[in-house]
């Protein structure tokens, strides 16, 4: 497998091999602006799993004006998963993706490109056919596109029509996206620039490693099987997603938005990293306990753990993902991505750490004291 490291225009081939998935890293606050309106007006999100806290959303959500907030929502779609689309389809501007330019190339891009771009990305399809009729107006291609979809998203059909058949679609995403940014993200973008370009240039400069590698340590345990025919992989650090993550494919681009890592998020020196909290806090429950007592003699699926526990598949499904978000479990996400066979396994090295750590904070606490 041969993999190559670009930021920007700078290219660093390695090797030569059969299959080739370029490794790019991308530091711009223009996606962080667009995750922002996703994760902030997403009425699926939950918003006592990101560190920045319900506190924070709440105070987005009263920064912004009434009428942005409804533009949002109504160009977000259902659970505003549209902005998400928007965010990827913002990978294909020009660099520098410096926000402003990002915007101007946005508010110029032929409208029925965008709308292809979100009728494919909504629809999770790889017929073209289907998505260019759905995109040229033919709501029964829609639906056969959208197929099992819609039962658990009839609004997303709704969504869709209007998609289609309206004119000026780049100029409405780009107002609310220079809008939303002047108004409200300009007052966090500094402090959430420093971050992003300090994890961005972490990975610039860290030893090459496989895509699958790659994923799997931004991540903190997300085992991803990069299906066949992706040739390009993109890492986007983002503060606001933090510490969790969200990896899309389409058309042969796997793109990683990837919660920050403490170290690059600047604190109370005297406080404990929120990694350390994470890890305490996913060990401080008797059911999460058990589900890394049952990982420890191998991988197991949700299916097995809810078994064990006796519990909603929603309930350990939550529990999992504290235990994931700690870096103390992986998943594993096959290629054809199935819910039904998608495992958990145990992270041991992260597991055997968490002591050490303990231990390091403790130590640096009792040395500050004596210095005092």
């Known amino acids: 497998m041969t993999e190559s490291v670009i930021h920007s225009e700078r290219v660093r081939d390695l090797t030569s091999a059969r299959r080739r998935i370029s490794i790019e890293v991308e530091s ?25 806290g319900s506190d924070w959303i709440e105070k987005v959500k009263s920064q912004t004006n009434d ?18 689309a928007v965010a ?29 771009w979100i009728v494919e990305y909504s629809s999770h ?35 869709l029509e209007w998609i289609v058949n309206t004119e000026d679609l780049p100029d409405r995403y780009t107002a609310a996206l220079r809008e939303f940014r002047a108004e409200v993200f300009s007052a966090y973008e500094d402090e959430f620039a420093g971050a992003i370009g300090r994890a961005a240039a972490a990975q610039i400069a860290a030893p090459t490693k496989s895509a699958k590698e790659v994923i799997e340590e931004v991540t903190s345990g997300i085992d991803f099987e990069i299906p066949h025919g992706v040739t390009r992989v993109v890492l986007i650090p983002s503060m606001v997603t933090r510490p969790l993550s969200v990896i ?10 990837y919660g920050i890592a403490d170290e ?16 305490y806090k996913a060990l401080g429950d008797e059911r999460r306990l058990r589900i890394i ?22 309930t350990v499904h939550h529990h999992a993902a504290l235990l994931r978000g700690a870096g103390l479990i992986r998943i594993h996400i096959p290629e054809d991505k199935s819910s039904t066979k998608k495992s958990y396994s145990l992270r041991e090295h992260s597991l055997a750490g968490a002591r050490e750590f303990l231990d390091s904070y403790l130590t640096i606490t009792k040395e500050q004291q004596s210095v005092l």
């Open 125 to 159: 399809s790889e017929n073209q056919a289907l998505i260019e009729q759905a995109a040229e107006g033919d709501l029964d291609a829609a639906v056969e596109l959208l197929g099992d979809q819609i039962e658990k998203e009839p609004e997303l059909i709704d969504h």
């Open 88 to 116: 990827s389809f913002l990978l294909s501007a020009p660099h520098p993706h410096d926000p402003d330019r990002v915007f101007d190339w946005l508010s110029n891009v032929d409208n029925n490109r965008l709308r292809r």
């Open 28 to 52: 711009s606050a223009v996606y962080e602006v667009a995750l922002t309106m996703w994760a902030v007006f997403s009425q699926k999100a939950t918003n006592a799993a990101y560190d920045l």
């Open 264 to 279: 690059f998020v600047d604190s109370d020196p005297d406080a404990p990293p929120s990694w350390l909290v994470r890890t």
């Open 248 to 257: 899309d494919l389409n058309r042969g681009t796997l793109v990683v938005f």
């Open 67 to 84: 009428d942005l907030a409804q533009r949002i929502v109504a160009l977000g779609g259902p659970w505003c998963s549209t902005w998400m």
């Open 293 to 314: 007592r049952r990982l420890s003699e191998g991988p197991a699926s949700l299916d097995d753990l809810t078994e064990m526990l006796g519990l909603s598949k929603s």
